[in-house]
């Protein structure tokens, strides 16, 4: 499966999140249910990723956590908050940067409407022509 693919599987499993949990949960509640329904689809769900970074010869094992990492080619990082802000979108790049992922999803439950705290960022990802996904680019 493509990572466009898994993008729409996994925007729809968010927006079944939001539908039914609506926005006021912690970030570890909508992670958990998110996972859980990802992995009913069939997906390889990894949670709490440990990610190690390098640099200037120093390796750092742990130098973050991906929320959830899925079929190791999406990467999708929750947030429950207010309002999204521009570090939150700097975060999910520097991820797919050190993770050498194309695409990642920024999730924010506590948005009125679910499409209002999405987005979809790239990192060297040439788009697939049957792309259904067409959120916030």
Known sequence: MDVEELSAIAVDCGLQVHRDLGPGMLESAYETVLAHLLAKRGLNVERQKAVPIAYDGLIIDQG???????????LIELKAVE????????????????MNLPVGLLMNFSSVKFTEGLRRLVNNHRETSN???????
């Open 131 to 137: 792309s259904r996904l067409s959120v916030n680019r």
């Open 83 to 98: 309002r999204l802000s521009p570090v939150h979108a700097r975060q999910v790049m520097t991820y797919l940067k050190f």
């Open 64 to 74: 973050f956590r991906a929320d959830i990492v899925i079929e190791n080619k999406l």
